[in-house]
């Protein structure tokens, strides 16, 4: 069961930590950091900050920095906290 | 009278105005001159359940496209309004950032109350579901270092920043420190202020200063000097400046200079002692070298409280004389913009004296008796201004006073 | 002659006790005043402790009628005035009020008394509004910081130049600065500057909560502010005041004044970086150090102790550490550096006039004051941060700096009169 997604990703970031538009979060930029996107460490715990709340689920302060650090590891580290927590 | 750019430490090159009057400064001076009132009935939220319902809004601003989009959720509006403007005043400088060292550019900004509407909203989450849920953003943007901090990073401005808060008298005293810098070390500083704290608790706030009015028509709630004088009304906005040590590279771009300015603190009521508003205003004059006459015109502190109207009327008597120079007050058709009024004073008082006019009072038709003052009404009056002497109070006592010089940027099309 | 700001008077409301003395007495003996948080109940926040001050404000001279209308802020500093008076013996009947200043700094101003009064008005933040007429009479004065600034001048009826310096973590040492600068330029022949943030409330320690810059330490609370220690993980929240009594130094000595110390040179910078990030070169913090010694016509190799900024984060260990080599080159590896926010945590924007006031006291007692907690040192910070015990020291100079949300690093000097 996958329910996040990089729209869904964009969406809670720009609504949170605003996204200039020319920054883009796929293909190849899915893999890029979100440091070299221009976020930096506070827009990363708004942005698991927003993601606990919406999906009721704890982010462990370390997973922030280490498993949530571009587009794509942040959508598939959500994700596989949300299996986790339907299995 | 000192009347060389030599003697100022500082002259205005550049300023970005948003104010209820206008977004962008000739918007704003157009509409000064035309007597057009940004006061209304506050739509930022319903204020229908409170005893005051107008205020001085920014109608025409909204943050998306006229700030980078990372920083408007991670901003309150004030900070908004001040980086916007910091962006308009650094374009109007028409100066190049990149030739001066970094270290030599400041940033200070007067605050009067941070983040109003930001600190509120994050209260409501903590207090409404917890603490988890107050935001990263609480941290950098409630704090009245915010709109400093972010408008020194925007520009690259490394050099001894600033924050001046002494509520209504901050715009004042943010440019006397800017002076005081660029007789130091710095060459450059953007200052001046902004603010916005239109949302229910900052209303609720300002209520409890007892000096707001209660008036429900807009043309009729804020008279100061008026026999009807019953308290002003809240506004948002204000004007940031870029100010400079004045030299070669200036000529031909100022708006102003700052001739002389002082600062006090008034006691009276509690301690008896005389007002300090009228030593403030010699000791303004003393600094700019200046004598009572050659003071053109005065931008009115205009508090529309008949105690503080009484007080800055006498003061202005027994400095000038009375009827004796004329006096103004712009901001009846703004509201009182508190860390951001005084700052917008100095941009609305560079332009008069860029152009020669000095712009009416809107409001006021019967002054108080005790309030002996040649306030200018009806009518814009056109003369040529050499000076200008701007008089700002905040909230608890705080005094200031500034006077400026003409500078020598062309006269605009009016 | 140049003008001289002089400190003649220290009055100090820290954690660990009310009074220049006790807070003294903390310092010199190593003990830290961090707790589990008393003040509210924190069980649901991240970090959950704190530095607070035992705090009677009527055991501490105020009115009745001063405590209710003062938030707790306002409260330390009227307090602190009154003892930093006292203690220098100057009689402002003698001057002109309007040569009276005040120069007060807050990174978060009357925060306690504006979060108590949203809870009322807004009914536990269940219903906005419930009526607009609960708001406390004082609720404006809570609005607007300057309030803190305009207690104190009230307190010694001061008429001159009148300011609250906001510039978060900085504000202490920047409005300590402001005053030193008032009596140099000669605005103002006496100052009351110092600082003061009473931020123990849900809002702060959530917002503090968010970005994960505070302790989580909760279970040896005692311990948590661990600056330039290898386990460190986060600053302690703290809360308190310092107001120095500057004078002009000659008048000052004309009255045969007894001089704490000499202000001697100030410096600010902006990093221009990031609203809480420091790069690690620690370059704009060099730069101000560098600016306040040329004020004070001293080289590095005058410095005999450095107040740091040490906060027990990382991030800004690291920078000081490289500001501190950067500015002083081999000196920084010579002198004795120490945090006492190990021992008195860290009051945001009080703080560093509370380490001002603190340099003060070490530059009359010649001694340095430890740095609690540090038993493990991080091996990327190499200099010598007295561990644990104070130590007595030949001090003539001695140097604090600070560094604050905003990117903003201030440094001052102060030396033996």
Redesign the interface.
């Known amino acids: 069961m996958s329910t996040f997604d990089v729209a869904e990703l964009r969406e809670i970031m720009s609504a949170s930590v605003g996204v200039e538009d020319d920054v883009y979060f796929d293909g190849d930029h899915l893999d890029v950091p979100f440091a070299d996107l221009g976020f930096d460490s506070l827009a990363l715990l708004e942005l698991a900050s927003q993601i606990q709340r919406r999906y009721g689920m704890q982010i462990p302060d370390e997973a922030v920095t280490e498993d949530m650090s571009s587009p794509r590891a942040a959508v598939d580290y959500v994700n596989s906290r949300l299996v986790a927590a339907v299995a | 009278m000192n009347t060389s750019t030599a003697g100022a430490a500082a002259v205005i090159t550049g300023m970005g105005v948003i104010a209820p009057t206008g977004v962008g400064t000739e918007e704003h001076w157009q509409a000064v001159l035309a007597g057009k009132t940004g006061i209304g009935r506050i739509t930022r939220f319903d204020p229908s359940g409170y005893p005051v319902r107008l205020a001085g809004e920014v109608a025409g601003f909204t943050a998306k496209g006229q700030v980078p989009a990372r920083l408007v959720p991670q901003t309150d509006r004030w900070t908004h309004l001040a980086l916007a403007a910091a962006d308009a005043a650094v374009a109007d400088s028409a100066v190049d950032l990149a030739s001066l060292p970094e270290y030599e550019m400041a940033v200070v900004t007067a605050s009067s109350s941070g983040g109003t509407e930001f600190g509120q909203h994050e209260m409501e989450r903590l207090y409404q579901n917890g603490p988890s849920w107050v935001g990263a953003y609480q941290s950098i943007a409630w704090f009245y270092a915010a709109t400093t901090g972010q408008v020194s990073i925007r520009h690259g401005m490394r050099g001894p920043c600033g924050v001046v808060c002494t509520e209504q008298a901050g715009g004042l005293d943010a440019v006397g420190q800017a002076r005081r810098l660029l007789r130091g070390q710095s060459r450059l500083v953007v200052t001046g202020g902004t603010d916005s704290s239109l949302c229910p608790y900052g209303l609720v706030a300002q209520l409890a200063n007892g000096h707001l009015s209660s008036a429900e028509d807009a043309d009729r709630a804020y008279l100061p000097f008026d026999v009807e004088a019953a308290g002003y009304v809240p506004g948002e906005g204000g004007a940031i400046l870029v100010a400079e040590r004045p030299g070669p590279d200036t000529q031909g771009r100022a708006y102003g200079r700052v001739l002389g300015y002082a600062a006090g603190f008034d006691q009276s009521a509690r301690t008896g002692r005389r007002p300090v508003l009228a030593g403030t205003i010699r000791r303004a004059l003393d600094d700019a070298r200046c004598v009572p006459d050659d003071i053109d015109v005065v931008f009115a502190d205009a508090a529309a409280d008949p105690h503080l109207d009484r007080v800055e009327a006498e003061a202005l008597a027994e400095v000038f004389g009375t009827h004796a120079v004329p006096v103004t007050a712009p901001k009846t058709l703004t509201g009182r913009l508190y860390g951001g009024g005084a700052a917008l004073d100095v941009a609305t008082a560079l332009l008069a004296l860029r152009d020669g006019v000095v712009p009416h009072t809107v409001g006021p038709t019967r002054l108080r008796s005790d309030c002996p003052l040649d306030l200018v009404r009806d009518a814009p009056r056109e003369r040529p201004l050499r000076t200008a002497l701007v008089v700002a109070r905040g909230y608890g006592g705080f005094t200031s006073a500034m006077v400026l010089g003409r500078g020598d940027r062309p006269a605009g099309d009016i | 002659m140049k003008r001289r700001a002089v400190v003649t008077g220290i009055g100090a409301v820290a954690p660990g006790g009310v009074g220049r003395e006790a807070f003294w007495d903390l310092l010199s003996a190593g003990r830290t005043a961090t707790r589990r948080i008393s003040m509210f109940d924190a069980s ?3 970090s959950q402790i704190a530095a607070e001050v035992d705090f009677d404000p009527r055991a501490a001279g105020l009115s009745a009628r001063e405590v209710r209308r003062m938030d707790r802020g306002a409260q330390f500093a009227v307090v602190s005035t009154r003892e930093a008076l006292a203690d220098s013996g100057v009689d402002l009947a003698g001057f002109d ?2 040569r009276v200043g ?1 120069s007060i700094g807050s ?3 009357c925060t306690m008394g ?2 108590q ?3 009322v ?2 009914n ?3 219903e ?2 419930v009526d ?1 007429s609960h ?13 803190l ?2 207690e104190v ?2 307190e010694v ?12 973590c900085t ?1 202490g040492l ?1 409005a300590v600065g ?1 005053g030193m ?1 008032l009596i140099e ?1 000669g605005s103002a022949d006496v100052v009351l500057a110092g600082a003061t943030d009473a931020p123990l409330s ?2 702060t ?9 505070t302790s989580p330490n909760n279970d040896d609370a005692a311990h948590a502010s661990r600056p330039f220690d290898a386990r460190r993980d986060g600053f302690v929240l703290g809360e308190g005041c310092a107001v120095l009594v500057l004078e002009d130094e000659e008048a000052a000595r004309r009255r045969g004044a007894r001089i704490y110390a000499r202000l001697s040179g100030f ?11 420091l790069k690690p070169d620690g370059r ?1 913090m060099a ?1 101000a150090i560098r ?1 306040a010694l040329d004020g004070a016509e001293l080289n590095a190799s005058d410095v005999d102790y450095i107040n740091a900024h040490g906060s027990g984060t990382k991030q800004n260990d690291r920078h000081e550490t490289a500001a501190f080599k950067r500015a002083l080159k081999q000196r920084a590896y010579e002198v004795p550096v120490s945090s006492i926010k190990s021992m008195v945590g860290h009051s945001l924007g009080a703080i560093g006039a509370i380490e001002v006031a603190a340099c003060a006291l070490a530059l009359d007692r010649q001694v340095v004051p430890p740095t609690a907690n540090l038993h493990h040192p991080d091996p990327e910070c190499d200099l010598d941060y007295v561990p644990l015990v104070a130590r007595e020291h030949r001090l003539d100079a001695v140097l604090s700096v600070g560094s ?5 690093q201030s440094a001052m000097v102060l030396t033996r009169p």
């Open positions: 649901a926040f991240r009020p309007g005040v990174a978060v101003g504006l979060e009064e949203y809870e008005l807004s536990g933040g269940r906005w509004l607009h708001g406390v009479p004082h609720l404006y004065g809570y609005m607007v910081p300057s309030t600034a305009a001048a009230y009826a001061a008429e001159g130049t009148v300011a609250l310096i906001s510039t978060g504000s920047d402001h600068q330029e849900p809002i320690s959530a917002c503090f909560d968010a970005i994960t810059a410096g600010a910078r902006s990093n221009a970086f990031h609203m809480t990030g704009e730069e600016v604050g949300f905003g990117g903003f």
